[in-house]
């Protein structure tokens, strides 16, 4: 497994700031999310732990969680209503990087449908 999920101060840098770094569990789970969606190997029971990571407090997990969803949740439309809840909140997040991905992934959904 890689770890391609950047650390907060250095959005496009993979290595890990000690002081920055994005929290170890969540940047965890998600790459291994992340990884099985890539695989074409996750099914619809993970769109339930991307949803949580939804609730981060780091904005590249929100962002990177959304994005996820935007490719799961077109491949298992049947199965994201509440993903879809998750994301409309997100569209109205501070961050809008977190915001434009949480819009993108919405489209990508409701158009799979």
Do not use: C, F, H
């Not at 298992?76 to 819009?103: G, Q």
């Amino acid at each position: 497994m890689t770890d391609r999920v950047p650390d907060e101060a250095n959005p496009g840098d993979n290595r890990t700031d000690d002081t920055n770094a994005l929290p170890t569990d969540e940047r965890d789970q998600l790459t291994e999310l992340v990884d099985e969606i890539e695989a074409d190997e996750a099914g619809p029971e993970r769109i339930d732990p991307l949803v949580e990571l939804l609730d981060s407090d780091s904005s590249v997990v929100k962002r990177e969680a959304a994005l996820a969803l935007g490719t799961l949740g077109s491949r298992y439309p049947e199965a994201t209503d509440e993903a879809i809840d998750a994301l409309n909140e997100r569209r109205l997040d501070p961050d809008i990087d977190v915001s434009n991905a949480a819009s993108e992934a919405v489209r990508e959904v409701k158009n799979s449908r």
